[in-house]
C-alpha cells in the first residue's frame, strides 16, 4: 500500500459543474442524468460552494410523496435559487494532499464529497466512493 498517495491519482477530473446563474431544476437534472450526488458551484474557475443531492431532498417533496409531487418540486425549484441551497466555501483539498488526508475527513465530518482545488481554481473532486474504490483496488 502507497501510504502517500495523492488525492489528485483518484480524484474525478472532468466533474460537472454549476454556476449560481443556474436552476435548481437544471442542478437535479445534472444530479440524474450523470448518477452523481454532488455538484461543484463555479464562478469561472473559482470555487464558491457545493450542492448535494442531499441538499436537493431536504427541500423536496419527490421522496415524501413520490412522483405525484413533482409539480411541488418544480415550485420549489423555481422559488428557491442555488446560492440559497447550496454550502459555501466548501472544505478543500489539494491535489497533493494524500488519500488518508480525505480519508480522515470523511470520517470525522458529515459530508462525503471535497473538492479539490489547486490556486483558487476547482481542478476535481474527490468522493467516498472514490476512496472506497482505491482501497477495492488494492486487495
Not at 28 to 56: A, W
Amino acid at each position: 500500500m502507497k501510504k502517500r498517495e495523492k488525492v489528485e491519482n483518484v480524484m474525478t477530473k472532468d466533474v460537472h459543474t454549476v454556476n449560481i446563474t443556474h436552476s435548481l431544476k437544471e442542478a437535479n437534472e445534472l444530479f440524474n442524468k450523470h448518477r452523481i450526488r454532488h455538484i461543484p458551484v463555479v464562478s469561472g474557475d473559482k470555487l464558491i460552494g457545493i450542492l448535494s443531492q442531499t441538499d436537493i431532498l431536504r427541500i423536496s417533496f419527490g421522496n415524501t410523496f413520490g412522483d405525484e409531487q413533482s409539480g411541488s418540486d418544480e415550485a420549489i425549484f423555481d422559488m428557491l435559487s442555488i446560492n440559497q441551497v447550496m454550502k459555501h466555501s466548501p472544505e478543500t483539498l489539494s491535489p497533493e494532499d494524500t488519500i488518508k488526508d480525505a480519508a480522515e475527513i470523511f470520517s470525522k465530518r458529515e459530508f462525503h464529497a471535497l473538492p479539490v482545488v489547486q490556486n483558487e481554481k476547482l481542478v476535481g473532486i474527490i468522493t467516498t466512493t472514490d476512496i472506497i474504490n482505491y482501497f477495492i483496488e488494492l486487495y
